[in-house]
Nanobody, 128 residues
């Protein structure tokens, strides 16, 4: 069982930066793949970024490449999504998902169906 607790997000202006955190309870933090997804009105939950279980390859949606960065803080078992140069299109509810430690999938899933556990969500609103 993996519990995910999210923090961060909030209101930003275009061009600003925000950080989202996803603290995992799993003792096997390096054995789980973490994915960040977002939901906006009228749209399905879409993949934003992911980091695989060790050694930690990364993947990004085309819309956020060069602006967002995902990484792990091993000291706190936290996955972080650093979001720079935010745009109104980045507005949405952001969720972190995690795979079961036993899966150790060879690639980063880009659909929500590949993830077994979810955080509670954090709202990001980008508006001038």
């Amino acid at each position: 069982q993996v519990q995910l607790v999210q923090s961060g997000g909030g209101l930003a202006r275009p061009g600003d930066s925000l950080k989202l955190s996803c603290a995992a309870s799993s003792a096997s933090f390096l054995d789980i793949t973490i994915g960040w997804f977002r939901e906006s009105p009228g749209k399905e939950r879409e993949f934003v970024a992911g980091i695989s279980w060790r050694p930690g390859s990364k993947a990004y949606a085309d819309s956020v490449k060069g602006r967002f960065a995902i990484f792990r803080d091993l000291a706190t078992s936290t996955a972080i999504l650093q979001m720079d140069n935010l745009a109104p299109a980045d507005t949405g509810m952001y969720y972190c998902g995690a795979t079961s430690p036993s899966k150790r999938l060879p690639s980063i899933g880009r659909t929500q169906f590949g993830y077994d556990y979810w955080g509670q969500g954090a709202q990001v609103t980008v508006s001038s």
